[in-house]
């Protein structure tokens, strides 16, 4: 099965900063990644689909980037409700894996 | 609006069964997979089960196979997952999820997200 890992697995930055988080594949995905963000107590919300798109109402400092094995989600300017973990998730083929989560804090 | 509601989550003795439910509206059902994610507490996400559009397709997490069946009903709208021979393990937030087409090839999975309902297997 092919494994999704992220790091790192937790951050600590500044309002402002730019934030990146990669999720790297143990065999190529092409581009069928997602991006998830799950704030403190609340369900988990799609942020980005086949590795850039940016799904509906989603702000644009988010972005991602990357197809193969290695992508990247970046926060252009960490804005205090970005606080939360992100997951990236593989949907070429089954199992469905989640990385671990990226916790990012301010 | 698409809403998703989880239902049947509770305690249950290590051993025994459950069956959750996941009531679906404000989109045309049949016309997309649907999925189980399971997040233990303080944990990270975990998907467990997904099933195709028309219910002929699915396929399972080495964790959960031979244990836990997903089965879609196109008429009630609603999503199921038969868990039988729940282990501590099994512990956790299960939620429902709405996929991007028929099938789950290729389009994303997590398109929109139950509540989720909880699941205690203790003695």
């Known amino acids: 099965d092919i494994q999704m890992i992220q790091s790192p697995s937790s951050l600590s930055a500044s309002v402002g900063d730019k934030v990146t988080i990669t999720c790297r594949s143990s065999?190529?995905?092409?581009?069928?990644l997602a991006w998830y963000q799950q704030k403190p107590g609340k369900v988990p919300k799609l942020l980005i689909y086949?590795?850039?798109t940016l799904q509906s109402g989603v702000p644009s400092r988010f972005s991602g980037s990357g197809s193969g094995t290695d992508f990247t989600l970046t926060i252009s300017s960490l804005q205090p409700e970005d606080v939360a973990t992100y997951y990236c998730q593989k949907y070429y083929s089954v199992p469905l894996t989640f990385g671990g989560g990226t916790k990012v804090e301010i | 609006e698409v809403l998703l509601l989880e239902s049947g989550g509770g305690l249950v003795q290590p051993g025994g069964s459950l069956r959750l439910s996941c009531e679906a509206s404000?989109?045309?059902?049949?016309?997309?997979?649907m999925t189980w994610v399971r997040q233990a507490p303080g944990k990270g996400l975990e998907w467990v089960a997904v099933?195709?559009?028309?219910?002929?397709?699915?396929y399972y997490a080495d964790s959960v196979k031979g244990r836990f069946t997903i089965s879609r009903d196109n008429f009630r709208n609603t999503l199921y997952l038969q868990m039988n021979s729940l282990r501590a393990e099994d512990t956790a937030i299960y939620y429902c999820?709405?996929?991007?087409?028929?099938?789950?090839?290729?389009?994303?999975?997590?398109?929109?997200w139950g509540q989720g309902t909880l699941v205690t297997a203790s003695s």
């Open positions: 404000g989109f045309t059902f049949s016309n997309y997979a």
């Open positions: 065999q190529g995905i092409s581009n069928y």
């Open positions: 099933i195709n559009g028309g219910g002929t397709a699915m």
């Open positions: 999820t709405k996929g991007g087409a028929v099938h789950w090839s290729y389009s994303p999975t997590g398109v929109a």
């Open positions: 086949n590795g850039f």
